[in-house]
């Protein structure tokens, strides 16, 4: 269904909860929560856990415990538009143990087989109806304005082929394989991966008015399916008058923007933010005048982590030269954030992205970690996302090798 006769539906649902006020006039009561009912055969727990991130809880994210009973639950949200939800399925996870040299690893299935995938919006009625097998969600949602339909089409398709690819490389982790074997297996696994794009492509090209086509995209997007020319001409097929102001489609636009707007050679685009270690506004547009680094990294991120000294090398040694290194933080909670800078004392300038201010976007920063290079004019000189690699400490000790 597309999004004027989801308007349309929408309008009627406004109406019939309509009141007055004092004066006599109608006030139009916008409803601010949705009703997801599920019934999955197989579900055997006492009670599921959803939990999503949260900037504003300390421990960084918002959980709620539904209770099951007789394999069905409810859930309910209050929202203001279209939003990704998902809900965790214990009957669904698989872990598993890979050895890598002398160390063992505990390892899991991918999240997207485990869990319950469904759009959120205002004043909606949602099913989700199936089952578990082969520790696979074999579940999909509905509503009657068809956001969740179109989610369900795609994913029904796309599912299966992950969960034999997730299959693929626990054998190839776990199995004594030869040497023709593995290979034959990532071939397979390949293969399997060319089919999922090509399934979301086609489902994106024709759903061009569709929320859960534009979220498909976003998610693929930032996930590199496509080349940034082919996102592109899929993005441009999309039906702007339906779908302009709707989150994904603008975070996409944003996206391909950031791509357009971020070369070797052009200007930065501004950050501006509040989520700094004094609370005082951070705008990268006042350290024009400098060289500035842009360290995007996290805690969680191994190789952010081990290149850190690096960076807090050259912080000090070039203390003394018009040299500011910014690190941007993504996924820390505020207290692990803070905690680790002061514990391990990185000296320089921090800010933190959060789901209200993203610092990712403008950048189209898609991998961690990332780095970027601002000349004092705020041009940027350098990207670890440029393919052309370039030695970026070299180029810094050349700077200032000069100067």
Same mark, same amino acid.
């Given at each position: +269904?597309? $999004?004027? !006769?989801?308007?349309?539906?929408?309008? !009627?649902?406004? +109406?019939?909860?309509?009141?007055?006020?004092?004066?006599?006039? *109608?006030?139009? *009561?916008?409803?601010?929560?949705?009703t997801l009912n599920a019934s999955i055969e197989g579900l055997e727990s006492d009670y599921l856990v959803y939990y999503e991130k949260d900037d504003k809880d300390p421990s960084g994210y918002h959980r709620d415990t539904l209770g099951i009973k007789d394999q069905k639950f409810t859930f309910k949200d209050s929202i203001e538009g279209y939003k990704l939800y998902y809900i965790g399925v214990p009957e669904a996870l698989r872990s598993y143990k890979v050895k890598v040299g002398d160390k063992e690893y505990q390892a899991s299935v991918k999240a997207h087989l485990s869990r319950l995938w469904f759009i959120g919006f205002p004043g909606a009625k949602i099913s989700y109806?199936?089952? $578990?097998?082969?520790? +696979?969600?074999? !579940?999909?949602?509905?509503?009657?304005?068809?956001?969740n339909n179109d989610l369900a089409l795609i994913n029904s398709q796309i599912f299966p082929l992950l969960n034999t690819m997730d299959s693929i490389s626990v054998a190839i982790s776990t199995s004594d394989l030869n040497e023709e074997e593995v290979k034959s297996l990532y071939e397979r696994r390949d293969k399997l991966s060319k089919e999922v794009t090509v399934l979301?492509?086609?489902? $994106?090209?024709?759903?061009?008015?569709? $929320?859960a086509a534009s979220y498909v995209f976003n998610d693929a997007y930032y996930r590199r399916y496509f080349t940034h020319e082919e996102a592109k001409a899929l993005f441009n097929g999309f039906d702007s008058s339906t779908l302009d102001g709707t989150p994904f489609y603008e975070e996409a636009k944003e996206r391909i923007s950031a791509v357009e707007n971020t070369g070797i050679g052009m200007s930065a685009p501004e950050l501006t933010t509040l989520n700094t270690l004094n609370g005082k506004e951070f705008k990268l547009s006042e350290l024009k005048g400098n060289y500035v680094l842009l360290d995007y990294w996290g805690t969680w991120c191994g190789p952010c982590m081990a290149e850190i000294p690096k960076i807090k090398e050259y912080s000090q040694k070039y203390a003394n030269k018009n040299f500011t290194v910014v690190g941007v933080n993504q996924g820390d909670t505020d207290k692990k954030w803070r905690d680790i800078i002061e514990k391990e004392n990185y000296d320089w300038t921090h800010i933190r992205s959060t789901n209200e201010t993203n610092l990712l976007i403008p950048f189209n920063v898609n991998s961690f970690p990332t780095k970027i290079v601002l000349d004092p004019k705020g041009k940027i000189i350098y990207s670890s996302k440029n393919p052309e690699k370039v030695d970026m400490y070299q180029m810094l000790d050349d700077i200032f090798s000069t100067k």
């Amino acid at each position: +269904m597309n $999004i004027k !006769a989801n308007l349309l539906l929408l309008t !009627a649902i406004l +109406m019939l909860n309509c009141k007055s006020n004092k004066s006599g006039e *109608e006030v139009k *009561e916008i409803p601010k929560t949705f009703t997801l009912n599920a019934s999955i055969e197989g579900l055997e727990s006492d009670y599921l856990v959803y939990y999503e991130k949260d900037d504003k809880d300390p421990s960084g994210y918002h959980r709620d415990t539904l209770g099951i009973k007789d394999q069905k639950f409810t859930f309910k949200d209050s929202i203001e538009g279209y939003k990704l939800y998902y809900i965790g399925v214990p009957e669904a996870l698989r872990s598993y143990k890979v050895k890598v040299g002398d160390k063992e690893y505990q390892a899991s299935v991918k999240a997207h087989l485990s869990r319950l995938w469904f759009i959120g919006f205002p004043g909606a009625k949602i099913s989700y109806n199936g089952k $578990i097998v082969d520790y +696979m969600v074999d !579940a999909y949602p509905s509503d009657s304005l068809g956001i969740n339909n179109d989610l369900a089409l795609i994913n029904s398709q796309i599912f299966p082929l992950l969960n034999t690819m997730d299959s693929i490389s626990v054998a190839i982790s776990t199995s004594d394989l030869n040497e023709e074997e593995v290979k034959s297996l990532y071939e397979r696994r390949d293969k399997l991966s060319k089919e999922v794009t090509v399934l979301k492509t086609d489902f $994106i090209k024709s759903h061009p008015k569709s $929320i859960a086509a534009s979220y498909v995209f976003n998610d693929a997007y930032y996930r590199r399916y496509f080349t940034h020319e082919e996102a592109k001409a899929l993005f441009n097929g999309f039906d702007s008058s339906t779908l302009d102001g709707t989150p994904f489609y603008e975070e996409a636009k944003e996206r391909i923007s950031a791509v357009e707007n971020t070369g070797i050679g052009m200007s930065a685009p501004e950050l501006t933010t509040l989520n700094t270690l004094n609370g005082k506004e951070f705008k990268l547009s006042e350290l024009k005048g400098n060289y500035v680094l842009l360290d995007y990294w996290g805690t969680w991120c191994g190789p952010c982590m081990a290149e850190i000294p690096k960076i807090k090398e050259y912080s000090q040694k070039y203390a003394n030269k018009n040299f500011t290194v910014v690190g941007v933080n993504q996924g820390d909670t505020d207290k692990k954030w803070r905690d680790i800078i002061e514990k391990e004392n990185y000296d320089w300038t921090h800010i933190r992205s959060t789901n209200e201010t993203n610092l990712l976007i403008p950048f189209n920063v898609n991998s961690f970690p990332t780095k970027i290079v601002l000349d004092p004019k705020g041009k940027i000189i350098y990207s670890s996302k440029n393919p052309e690699k370039v030695d970026m400490y070299q180029m810094l000790d050349d700077i200032f090798s000069t100067k």
